[in-house]
């Protein structure tokens, strides 16, 4: 018992001594922090964009978020997730880089950004 403790401690230390190079997979933060958009104070008669990735039921939750929002804001409207296109996949560059000239020119004032994983 008392030599399986001194191999132990042994391994251990010859552990502790070993170092290891190891590279961060990771880059540097490219962008840095930016100021948040204010709040809207209400949604009563704003335009609310739905964005998707298609990966998670989009196509049963955003319905079920217009009908809730709409209980509360009689007045709010909502530009539908296929207006825009799948946030993730084969065409993300193009309909991410598209996103401010839509929104702009669909008078959009909020968005709702779907992710599923």
Same mark, same amino acid.
Request: hydrophobic letters at 45%; one cysteine or more.
């Given at each position: 018992? /008392?030599?399986? /403790? !001194? ?8 552990? !502790?001594?070993? +170092?290891?190079? /190891?590279?961060?997979? #990771? ?9 948040? /958009? #204010? #709040? *809207? @104070?209400?949604?009563?008669? =704003?335009?609310? %964009?739905? *964005?998707? @990735?298609?990966?998670? +039921?989009? @196509?049963?939750?955003?319905? *079920?978020?217009?009908?809730?929002? =709409?209980?509360? $804001?009689?007045?709010? +409207? $909502?530009? &539908?997730?296929?207006? $825009?296109?799948?946030?993730?996949? &084969?065409?993300? +560059?193009? !309909?991410?880089? &598209? ?5 702009? %020119?669909?008078?959009? @004032?909020? !968005?709702? &950004?779907?992710?599923?994983?």
């Amino acid at each position: 018992m /008392a030599e399986k /403790a !001194v191999a132990e401690k042994a391994v251990a230390e010859k552990a !502790v001594a070993v +170092r290891y190079e /190891a590279l961060w997979p #990771r880059s540097p933060r490219q962008v840095g922090v930016k100021p948040l /958009a #204010r #709040r *809207l @104070d209400t949604l009563e008669g =704003k335009t609310v %964009a739905q *964005l998707w @990735d298609y990966v998670f +039921r989009g @196509d049963e939750v955003f319905p *079920l978020l217009e009908e809730g929002l =709409k209980q509360r $804001f009689p007045g709010v +409207r $909502f530009v &539908s997730w296929k207006e $825009f296109g799948s946030t993730h996949g &084969s065409d993300e +560059r193009e !309909v991410l880089a &598209s996103l401010p000239r839509k929104i702009k %020119a669909l008078g959009v @004032d909020a !968005v709702i &950004s779907g992710m599923g994983c």
